[in-house]
């Protein structure tokens, strides 16, 4: 059971005396969560399973999130969804292995949330629209052309 002070720090002690092949699965529903002071997502969904493996723990992550976003074109607010999937393999501090530099650490709990914050980062458009074919904004008023059509539009379509 996750701690609800770190939802996302998960033990992996039982892992490490276990046969190599050892895994188990630990799923997360969070519906609003902060994974850093800068990042704060709604419905946090996912599932993180970890193995046993000769070097260290293997982590599969998989896991979705909104965020509030503005779209670039009209300036309305909208929830960005988010989905992120990696793989990360922390080694025994004994034997580090990994170029990354994970370590499992002497408690044996891992916090995820530096990890999927991160991973979550990286799946944020460049871009940001509410939707595909948004319209934006008049050039000319302002108005907002996926709510209505304004009297520059028509003439700009009117014009050969």
Known sequence: MPNPRYPLRVNVGFL????AGTSREITFDL???KLSPDFETSALVGEIRISRTPQ???AQVDFRASIPASCVRCLEDYVQSLHTNFTELFSYKSHPTTE????????????FSPLVR???LLEVPIKL???EDCK???SVCGENLNETTCE????VKAEP
């Open 16 to 19: 490490i005396n276990q046969p």
């Open 31 to 33: 519906p609003d969560f």
């Open 56 to 58: 260290g723990v293997l």
């Open 100 to 111: 990354t530099g994970l370590v499992v650490p002497e408690d044996g709990n891992i916090d």
């Open 118 to 120: 991160e991973y979550l």
């Open 129 to 131: 629209l509410c939707k």
């Open 136 to 138: 934006g904004l008049c």
């Open 152 to 155: 520059h539009q028509i003439q």
